[in-house]
């Protein structure tokens, strides 16, 4: 469990940048037992209601071979805090998994208009379930902004950060209020005063500057 966690943004890109160095595509593709783990792991502190949320980044280059279960774990996964961020790479036809994720294609992964409009979508069911929330989120990154940086031309970094967490404050909203958990109450910072600026301050005061 204390593997699954990193502190702050650094740690986010240190796991990230090693998980790379020993990751190796797999095929088939299948989403559902990756998104079933996440699951189990958001549970455990949803049995407590606690204060935390959790979101997990699917990095693919085509469509899942197991769909059916992928929209079913979503299904299972919508009353935990849990989020589920697709992020298409490559030239691949993502149309059967925005259809199976109920996503109507806009630039950026929005939906209906333009990627800056707010998603009017109905929730992914089942014959036999409805999703309690939406917690997906779909961007293909042929469809962002490209940028050159030191001679070679990819998608922009900050364009993809910007449209795959444009809806997250929206869905981490919706968890806490679904389960009407209240937000901590505010904290008083302490200010650490900088010794050197204020001698400084008061040099430049004692000798009338």
Not at 179 to 198: F, M, T
């Amino acid at each position: 469990m204390r593997e699954l966690e990193v502190h702050g943004v650094n740690g986010i890109l240190s796991s990230y940048e090693a998980t790379l160095k020993r990751m190796t595509p797999s095929e088939p593709r299948r989403f559902a037992q990756v998104i079933a783990q996440a699951s189990r792991l958001a549970s455990e502190y949803h049995k407590f209601l606690e204060h935390k949320y959790f979101v997990l980044v699917v990095l693919t280059n085509g469509v899942s071979d197991d769909m059916d279960q992928v929209v079913s774990e979503i299904i299972r996964a919508s009353s935990l805090p849990l989020s589920v961020l697709f992020v298409g790479i490559g030239d691949a036809d993502f149309g059967p998994l925005k259809s199976a994720l109920n996503i109507q294609g806009s630039k950026c992964g929005g939906w209906g208009g333009s990627s800056n409009s707010n998603p009017v979508r109905s929730m992914l069911r089942t014959a036999r379930t409805i999703a309690s929330r939406d917690m997906v989120r779909f961007v293909a990154t042929r469809d962002l902004p490209f940028s050159s940086m030191g001679g070679s031309s990819s998608f922009d970094q900050e364009a993809l950060a910007q449209a795959l967490l444009q809806e997250l404050p929206r869905q981490v909203c919706s968890y806490f209020a679904c389960h009407k958990i209240q937000p901590h109450p505010p904290r008083r910072v302490a200010v650490k005063e900088d010794r050197s600026s204020s001698l400084a301050t008061s040099l430049s005061l004692s000798s009338g500057l």
